[in-house]
C-alpha cells in the first residue's frame, strides 16, 4: 500500500471532504510558518479564511440536500468557528501576529476534534444515504 492510499487518522471516508480538510491544515501551517519568519499574515488568512468558508457551506449543503438529522447540532458547531475565525482575523489584521499561534493551536485542535466526531457521523450518514439511494434508483 502506497501512503496516499493509506488511510488519514482522520479520515472522513469522503476524498472531497478529506482533501479540504487536509488543504485547511496546510493553509494555517503556511500561515504559521510565515508569520514565524517575519512575513506577512494577510493574504495567507484571506486563502485560509475562504477555503474554511467554502467548506464548512459545502458541507451545510450536502447535509442539507440529505435531510441529515443531526444538520442544527452541526451547523451549530461551524457558526462557533466562524464566529471564532472572524475573531481571530480581527486581530491578526489588526497587527497582533501572536493571534496567528494561538489560532492555528485553537483550530487544529477544533479541525482534530469536529472531523473526528461531526464530520466523521455525518459522512456516515451521507455515504448511507447515496447507497440507499444508488441502489433504488437501478
Ligand atoms: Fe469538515
Ligand atoms: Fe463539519
Known amino acids: 500500500m502506497t501512503s496516499s492510499k493509506r488511510a488519514k487518522p482522520h479520515s472522513v471516508y469522503i476524498p472531497k471532504l478529506d482533501d479540504e480538510h487536509d488543504k485547511i491544515s496546510r493553509d494555517m501551517d503556511e500561515l504559521n510558518r510565515t508569520v514565524a519568519a517575519g512575513g506577512e499574515a494577510h493574504e495567507l488568512l484571506q486563502d485560509l479564511i475562504e477555503d474554511m468558508s467554502s ?14 438529522p443531526s444538520y442544527a447540532w452541526h451547523k451549530h458547531q461551524h457558526d462557533a468557528a466562524r464566529n471564532r475565525l472572524k475573531r481571530f482575523a480581527e486581530r491578526i489584521d489588526a497587527g497582533e501576529s501572536a493571534a496567528v499561534c494561538e489560532m492555528v493551536d485553537f483550530f487544529r485542535l477544533w479541525l482534530r476534534d469536529h472531523t473526528g466526531l461531526h464530520d466523521r457521523m455525518m459522512a ?5 444515504f447515496g447507497r440507499a439511494h444508488d441502489q433504488k434508483a437501478s
Open 124 to 128: 456516515a450518514y451521507l455515504r448511507n
Open 55 to 68: 467548506h464548512l457551506a459545502g458541507e451545510e449543503r450536502m447535509m442539507r440536500s440529505a435531510a441529515y
